[in-house]
Nanobody, 124 residues
Framework: VQLQASGGGLVQAGGSLRLSCAASGCTFGNYGMGWFRQAPGKEREFVASISWNGFNTHYLDSVKGRFTISRDNAKNMGYLEMDSLKPEDTAVYYC??????????????????WGQGTLVTVSS
């Protein structure tokens, strides 16, 4: 299973970005999917997760109402739409897939497969 995240960049506060995660080597619909982020000097933290069918989602409290996770299993793609970005959202964002659950989970250890990360920088 390989995941490749893309779509990061530099954006001003209040702006938007859409991250993409391309999956290969697996039947993507069999996996739960999540997005995590890691800011400099901080531990990796959960951002959002989505069930295999897209019906259930779960978010970090600080991004609720601003970020939207979605997936297209036919295309083996996952997405994270980020709106109203804040400087504190600056981090490397990672997509991840979990073979351990087809539902939603914020537990980092549940995810066996990780993308390489894409940097999001939000300027004030």
């Amino acid at each position: 299973v390989q995941l490749q995240a893309s779509g990061g960049g530099l954006v001003q506060a209040g702006g938007s970005l859409r991250l993409s995660c391309a999956a290969s080597g697996c039947t993507f619909g069999n996996y739960g999917m999540g997005w995590f982020r890691q800011a400099p000097g901080k531990e990796r933290e959960f951002v959002a997760s989505i069930s295999w069918n897209g019906f259930n989602t779960h978010y970090l409290d600080s991004v609720k109402g601003r970020f939207t996770i979605s997936r297209d299993n036919a295309k083996n793609m996952g997405y994270l739409e980020m709106d109203s970005l804040k400087p504190e959202d600056t981090a490397v964002y990672y997509c991840a897939a979990s073979p351990r659950t087809s539902g939603t989970t914020g537990q980092l250890w549940m995810y066996d497969y990780w993308g390489q990360g894409t940097l999001v920088t939000v300027s004030s």
